[in-house]
């Protein structure tokens, strides 16, 4: 069973930067047998937001357009360990992000971030990213 563990979350100034990381367990993030993992984030009263996916099989990354250019997704094969490097921040990414996985992935379907959605089957708890002014 796949098991999500976040960290880095806190508080930064507008412009500034922060990486979040993600211990997996029960699965290998350099494996053939593709999951998709992925960063949702949560703004307080709004829905689910999906931010970046990642695909474990070849390492397609994708990113939601709110993100893009700003965020990165990766993954450490020896740490077992996904990460979203988060620069150039604003107000609006102020949210709770959450390490999300879902898999393994039939062959063919899609992991990206359009496509996947918040649809994912295992979530962490949540890590707390608050960006001020």
């Known amino acids: 069973q796949v098991r999500l563990l976040e960290s880095g979350g806190g508080s930064v100034q507008v412009g500034g930067s922060l990486r979040l990381s993600c211990g997996v367990s029960?699965?290998?993030?350099?494996?053939?047998?593709?999951?998709?993992l992925g960063w949702v984030r949560q703004a307080p009263g709004k829905e689910r937001e999906a931010v970046a996916t990642?695909?474990?099989?070849?390492?397609?990354?994708t990113y939601g357009d709110s993100v893009k250019g700003r965020f990165t997704i990766s993954r450490e094969k020896a740490k077992n360990a996904l990460y979203l490097e988060m620069t150039g921040l604003k107000s609006e990414d102020t949210g709770t992000y959450y390490c999300a996985a879902l898999g393994p992935m039939t062959y063919g379907a899609s992991c990206s971030v359009s496509v996947i959605g918040t649809n994912f089957g295992v979530w962490g708890q949540g890590t707390q990213v608050t960006v001020s002014s």
């Open positions: 990642l695909y474990t099989g070849d390492g397609r990354e």
């Open positions: 029960g699965h290998t993030v350099n494996t053939y047998t593709g999951f998709c």
